[in-house]
Structures are given as structure tokens and as C-alpha cells.
């Protein structure tokens, strides 16, 4: 049964109504701009809104759950895209340079110019100052690129978000297609001339990917025959496309960047036996040879360093031994097979998503508009705390997570010309990034239980969020 969501009124108003989408990006360029602005004013602890709204709003709302249910939303409404396509209108529209027409460039500035800074200073984007000029410099960036180069090129080649959402965004459940009846005589193309990314719509289906599409939604506007369907979950990444060497590591190394660094460094590092792991022992003898400055983070540089080598280890090892039980080529199997390792994070991620939505994301946010608005209320408390045990049932998200990749692994065999026998044989080794992140989960409950935790950290982690939500909104 096919469901076009712009058939029906509530979600043509969403996706389709260009004053209500353009309020809603203007909205959010305000609030952007303004979160900037505001850090800059005022780099104290008072600041709530800086904080909140970066790290508390766009990132596990925007990002993380709109990726897993309509794929690409946060591009549709991204502040910067909505400036740089008027840009992109009036700039010089030069053509960007080869080195810089590869979107490995945004991978790397978010693998090493965001994550591995995470880790070695974690105390740096604390700071309101530091998260606003962070910020404010990606913003420079981007708005001279969309200047400087035509066809959105920034988009396309070097935003870091882009690349991101591009590969995970396959794990959600919309598809953008046309009727094909009703294109068959179509002389005009009027939905690919009012595409700023010169995408073709009615090609999607044809080739099995959406591509650039950022579900920008001018397509729709321009012509009825474009639709916005509801598919079965990780529709697009079960089809039968070419791969992109590009979405599978922006898969991968977010995967070991976000996922299994955070359970290396943050669930095991609360564990009393913490200074005992690999990377804990690694960052010891680090700091015994080499006199690190103050506030680098030996632990969590290590716990970065350990988390990369594991998940490429086991992702290219598992199916280089897959590749060979089947007898196919390794890149054929290791690029056709790896988007199964999308969920891993995207769907897992929910679980810390809604944890914290409740530690401290809603009262963050809240207390963030609280501020900007001026409103003289009191600032919300966080809806509960880590000793609550019932914000521990969102943790059945990783365990949804590893059927869901193992679901995906499934259907993309089906892509393979191998016998069923061997495809059989092949499959653990192919899941052996998805068995380590299951066992990863279970072995971080076990340590806790069995060795308990550092007090001081468990003790610091249950009453921050209340410190810093005290107070009213007229500070």
C-alpha cells in the first residue's frame, strides 16, 4: 500500500506549505544565530542558552531522531543551507576544486576536528565562548563556500553534518519519488529545474537512491507528480544501489567515534576497575612518557585511539573472512554489506537520546528559551536522575539496534551472487561489529553491577544537572 504523506493535510502543511517551512527555517536561523551571539555575551555558568541549545537541541533531536524516522529533515531546515542557497544565487558560481569535490573532507573535519578534540580537551566545548566560536567559524565557512562555489557545493562536498546524514539517513522510513504515469509524457522537468542541488527526482527510483536530497521539499512545490512516501524502516538501505566508499566510513567511524568511544570512556569509565582497561593503562604509561599539558584527557584520547582501531578491525576483518567464504571480492562485500552497521548508532543512539531527555535535554532546552525569552518564571528541573531505574527501560533501543542492523545485514546478502550456503557461513563474520557492540552493552552492565562505580563521579554525574538548572528566568 503506498502512503503519500503530502496527501494528507496536516503533513502537506509540514513538509509542503513554503510560508510555514520558511517561518520554521527562519525560526531556526534566529535561534541559531542568536545561541552564537549569546555566548559570546555571556560566557558564565548563567549561560543556559548557548549550551542548550547546540548540544541539547539540534544534536539529539534534530539530528539523532529525525535521521531514524524521516531521514534528512535537520538538512531541510539547516540555518546554514537556507542563507547559503540564496548565496549560491548571487556568489561568483566557480566550480570547486577536485581536492575539495570529495566528501571525506567533511568526515575528517568532524572525525578529527570535532571528536578527537572532544576527547583530549573535554572541558573545551564547556564553555559557552568556545561552543559559540566553534560554531560561528563552521558558519563562516560554510556561507563562503555557498558564496564562492555553485550547486551547493558545500552541501554536497564538505559539510560535515551532511556527510553524516547522508549515509544514516538510509535507516529511516521516507522515500522521495515520483508517479511515474504521470511523468511519462512529462516535457518540462519542472521538478528538477527547482532543484538547487540539480538532483532529478524521477530518477530516484531508477537508481535506488535519493543521493544529495536534503527533502528540501522545492521539488514538491514545483510539481504535484513528486511525492513524499512512508516506507517499511531502512527502506533505502535495503535496495540494490552503488555504494558510496564515503557513507560507509562516515558509518564506521561515527560508530567508533560516538558509540564505542562513549562505552570505553564513559560507561566503563565509571566503573571502579576503570583504571584497569587497555586504553586506562595506555593513557598511564602516555602520560609517564610525554608531560602532557593540563587538561588534555589522556583516557579519552586512548579510549578514541582503542575505539577506531576495534570497529575497523572488526568491521574490515569480519568481511575480508566473509569475502573469502563467499568467494567475492573483498570491496565488493566490505561496501555492499557495512551499511548494516548504520543502526548501530543511529538506533542505539535513542537510548542515551530519551535517557537524557529526561536527565537533563527537556530542562535544558526549556531553561535555554526561559533565558532567551526573558521570562520571568522558575527554570525547570531535570525530570529525573540516574538513581530513577525506570529511565534505564529506554536502554532496550541497543538491543533494537542489533536486530535492526542484523535485519539490514539480512537483505543486503540479497545484493551478493554467492550460494545461500555460503552466504550463511559468511553472515557471523560480517556481524562481528554488531556482536561486539552487543556484548560491549552486556559486559558495561555486568562491570557495573559486579564492581560497582567510582563513587565520586557517580555522585558528581546525579547532581550536576541539578546544580546547574537552579535559579529563575529573569538571570
Not at 149 to 161: G, H, I
Request: positive net charge; glycine residues 6%.
Amino acid at each position: 500500500m503506498k502512503i503519500n504523506l503530502l496527501d494528507y493535510g496536516f503533513f502537506r502543511f509540514i513538509f509542503q506549505n513554503k510560508y510555514f517551512t520558511n517561518v520554521l527555517r527562519l525560526f531556526v536561523l534566529v535561534v541559531f544565530v542568536y545561541a552564537i551571539a549569546y555566548g559570546f555575551y555571556d560566557n558564565s555558568e548563567n549561560n543556559r542558552v548557548t549550551g542548550g541549545i547546540f548540544w541539547n537541541l539540534f544534536w539529539p533531536f534534530f539530528m539523532v531522531l529525525m535521521l531514524v524516522t524521516f531521514g534528512r529533515f535537520f538538512c531541510s531546515i539547516c540555518p546554514l543551507a537556507f542563507v547559503g542557497k540564496k548565496l549560491n544565487r548571487i556568489g561568483s558560481r566557480k566550480t570547486i576544486p577536485p581536492f575539495l569535490k570529495n566528501p571525506f573532507v567533511g568526515i575528517f573535519f568532524l572525525i578529527v576536528g570535532f571528536w578527537l578534540v572532544y576527547y583530549i580537551f573535554p572541558g573545551f566545548l564547556k564553555s559557552p565562548v568556545a561552543s559559540a566560536t566553534f560554531f560561528l567559524f563552521f558558519s563562516l565557512l560554510s556561507l563562503w563556500f555557498f558564496y564562492r562555489y555553485k550547486n551547493m557545493a558545500y552541501c554536497k562536498s564538505v559539510c560535515p553534518v551532511s556527510s553524516v546524514t547522508r549515509a544514516f539517513g538510509k535507516v529511516g522510513f521516507t522515500w522521495m519519488t515520483t508517479d511515474a504515469t504521470r511523468c511519462a509524457d512529462c516535457k518540462t522537468f519542472e521538478c528538477a529545474k527547482a532543484c538547487d542541488w540539480h538532483l532529478q527526482p524521477f530518477q530516484f527510483d531508477k537508481k535506488n537512491t535519493m543521493a544529495d536530497c536534503t527533502l528540501c521539499m522545492d521539488c514538491t512545490r514545483a510539481c504535484d507528480a513528486v511525492e513524499f512516501e512512508i516506507k517499511q524502516p531502512s527502506y533505502a538501505a535495503n535496495l540494490n544501489f552503488i555504494p558510496q566508499k564515503f557513507e560507509v566510513w562516515a558509518i564506521l567511524l561515527v560508530t567508533a567515534a560516538i558509540t564505542v568511544t562513549m562505552n570505553f570512556h564513559h560507561a566503563l569509565g565509571r566503573v571502579a576497575i576503570s583504571d584497569t582497561y587497555p586504553w586506562a593503562r595506555s593513557a598511564q604509561w602516555l602520560q609517564s612518557v610525554i608531560a602532557l599539558p593540563q587538561g588534555i584527557d589522556a583516557v579519552g584520547l586512548m579510549a578514541f585511539i582503542y575505539a577506531l582501531a576495534v570497529t575497523i578491525m572488526l568491521a574490515t576483518g569480519g568481511m575480508w573472512i566473509a569475502s573469502k567464504i563467499m568467494r567475492l571480492p573483498y570491496g565488493k562485500v566490505f561496501y555492499t554489506l557495512s551499511y548494516a552497521f548504520a543502526p548501530i548508532f543511529i538506533v542505539g543512539g535513542l537510548s542515551h537520546l530519551f535517557e537524557f531527555f529526561f536527565y537533563n535535554y527537556a530542562s535544558n532546552v526549556s531553561n535555554a528559551f526561559i533565558q532567551m525569552l526573558h521570562l520571568n518564571i522558575p527554570y525547570m528541573k531535570p525530570l529525573a536522575s540516574r538513581s530513577d531505574a525506570w529511565v534505564h527501560m529506554f536502554g532496550f533501543f541497543k538491543h533494537l539496534a542489533v536486530l535492526w542492523a542484523l535485519y539490514i545485514l539480512y537483505r543486503r546478502f540479497a545484493h551478493l551472487d554467492a550460494p545461500t550456503i555460503r552466504k550463511w557461513l559468511a553472515a557471523p563474520f560480517a556481524a562481528a561489529l554488531i556482536a561486539f557492540y552487543l556484548g560491549a552493552g552486556f559486559y558495561a552492565g555486568y562491570a557495573l553491577k559486579t564492581y560497582g562505580t567510582k563513587q565520586h563521579q557517580h555522585q558528581a554525574a546525579v547532581t550536576q544537572p541539578v546544580t546547574q538548572t537552579s535559579g529563575h528566568g529573569t538571570h
